[in-house]
């Protein structure tokens, strides 16, 4: 049974840090490519950042203050946020992708508020 697990939002003053964690489990994980998204309340699902294997990418809204990373021996993606601002409040969802093969998580809530 596929299940990726999201963890690590909350609520954050703007500014601030916050690591979300996305464990996985099911399939082969270091096969996969593995991403984030967000979606903020009447948005459209907005991609922030994939880890390739062999390359990472990131959203222009997130570059330098965000990082995407994996551990394959725990199955486990993160995503660290930095310097926060109100506008990154979303649900942010990690994403599993190779080929046809698309799986998601349910979500973290993630509010930069003061």
């Avoid at 990131?58 to 570059?63: C, E, L, T």
């Amino acid at each position: 049974q596929v299940q990726l697990v999201e963890s690590g939002g909350g609520l954050v003053q703007p500014g601030g840090s916050l690591r979300l964690s996305c464990a996985a489990s099911g399939f082969t994980f270091s096969y996969y490519a593995m991403s984030w998204y967000r979606q903020a309340p009447g948005k459209e699902r907005e991609w922030v950042a994939s880890d390739l294997g062999g390359s990472i990418r990131y959203g222009d809204s997130v570059k330098g203050r965000f990082t995407i990373s994996r551990d394959n021996a725990k199955k486990t993606a993160y995503l660290q946020m930095n310097s926060l601002k109100p506008e990154d409040t979303a649900v942010y969802y990690c994403n599993a992708e190779l080929g046809w093969n698309h799986f998601w998580g349910q979500g973290t809530q993630v509010t930069v508020s003061s």
